[in-house]
């Protein structure tokens, strides 16, 4: 089984640019937004994004990467 460590990326509302953003930013910004935050991470982890009022976060797009599980 091979692990890779998850890259998040965040969009502002108003940019359409996405930004590469530590995991720290991440969990601070989501853990605000929703109570309880684990099936969230594991929506994310399926490839699904994550809208709040201040953007959008989601993890980073690997290719094939990462898909050994």
């Known amino acids: 089984m091979k692990f890779e460590i998850s890259q998040y ?3 502002d509302s108003n940019d359409e640019d996405w ?10 910004k989501l853990v605000d937004a929703f109570d309880p935050l684990t099936p969230l991470l594991s929506e994310m982890l399926e ?3 994550v809208i709040t009022s ?9 290719g094939d990467k990462g898909n050994d599980y």
């Open 9 to 11: 990326e965040f969009k």
């Open 19 to 28: 930004q590469q953003v530590s995991e720290t930013f991440v969990l601070v």
């Open 47 to 49: 490839g699904k994004e």
């Open 54 to 62: 201040e953007g959008v976060f989601r993890i980073k797009s690997c």
